[in-house]
């Protein structure tokens, strides 16, 4: 099963205002820190939102793998 995100990135590749939709087999929350290929170069995004299958191909993201914060458990 994919699930579908609106996707918020941070780059010189992207110049748009509005988030950018991806996809990936694990259910991920709003607020995850993600990889993602844009214009064929890697970047880090937020999940901004859960959304329902566009009608266009998308590409797939990962989930990066951070460690928990200092004195945070």
Not at 16 to 32: C, I
Not at 43 to 59: C, D, N, R, S, Y
């Amino acid at each position: 099963m994919r699930y579908y995100y609106e996707v918020l990135v941070a780059s010189r590749y992207y110049h748009g205002q509005k988030p950018l939709t991806y996809h990936n087999v694990e259910k991920l929350l709003p607020g995850a820190i993600v990889s993602l290929q844009l214009k064929n170069q890697p970047v880090l995004g937020i999940i901004a939102a859960e959304v329902k299958q566009p009608g266009f191909t998308t590409k797939e993201l990962k989930a990066v793998e951070l460690p928990p914060l200092p004195g945070v458990s």
